[in-house]
């Protein structure tokens, strides 16, 4: 078990363009969570699967952006026509139960 | 709608020394948790403490412990010892019971310098 890990590590793209991020949560863990961490502040929760099904979305996750988890497993986070807006770190975590969340190292997206 | 405010942008200790790091919040619940997740260059948060606000005894987790004033709605962070892998951002984190558990409310974090 090598725990959240999530890919890319680092994306630059330009303005207008889709960007796709993975997360593969620990294996035995039906929860998973993904954020938001702008430069200077603290991750701001953006949505949250049990299993294959979404159970929660924050405002903050306009139309522009979209998760799926579609086996239960690992799961992507979409964002389209990609803004400058949307630079940021997208870190992802995952859980069983009531336990603690383990997260991953995040993606740094840099919109150019 | 839920707050958490960390005021102390940045702090610095002494190894070996003990520092504290403030957190307050602001909710209308009776029933919530609250945390506080450091994380290091690697950008991977990572869980130091967990209190219950329906309990009124303070955690502790080995050289971290809490100071939690409930009616005050404080809830700072205590490291004793400190060591220089205690460098880091640390967040204070507000979770409402009932709600899913990363569905976290986090400051916006203090910055842990530890000088040798």
């Known amino acids: 078990d090598t725990g959240v890990s999530q890919d890319p590590r680092h994306k630059i793209t330009k303005r207008g363009q889709n960007v796709t991020f993975r997360c593969d949560p620990i294996s035995e863990h039906n929860r998973l969570y993904w954020y938001r961490q702008t430069l200077g502040q603290g991750p701001e929760f953006l949505t949250y699967?049990?299993?294959?099904?979404?159970?929660?979305k924050s405002r903050l996750l306009s139309d522009r952006f979209s998760a799926e988890r579609p086996k239960g497993s690992f799961s992507t986070l979409e964002i389209q026509r990609t803004e400058q807006g949307d630079s940021a770190m997208y870190l992802c975590?995952?859980?069983?139960?009531?336990?603690?969340?383990?997260f991953g190292s995040g993606t740094q997206l840099s919109v150019l | 709608a839920q707050t958490v405010t960390q005021s102390q942008p940045e702090m610095s200790v002494q190894e070996a020394e003990t520092v504290t790091l403030s957190c307050t919040y602001d909710?209308?619940?009776?029933?919530?948790?609250l945390f506080w997740y450091k994380q290091p260059p690697s950008r991977q948060m990572i869980l130091v403490i967990r209190q219950e606000a329906y309990k009124q005894q303070n955690a502790t987790e080995n050289r971290f412990s809490v100071n939690f004033q409930k009616a005050a709605k404080s809830f700072s962070l205590k490291i004793s010892d400190s060591q220089l892998g205690d460098a880091a951002m640390y967040f204070c984190a507000y979770r409402r019971a009932g709600g899913s558990q990363g569905n976290l409310i986090f400051g916006k974090g203090t910055k842990l310098s530890v000088k040798p």
């Open positions: 909710t209308s619940e009776s029933d919530y948790y």
């Open positions: 975590a995952s859980n069983k139960g009531s336990e603690k969340l383990f």
């Open positions: 699967f049990q299993n294959e099904a979404q159970l929660e």
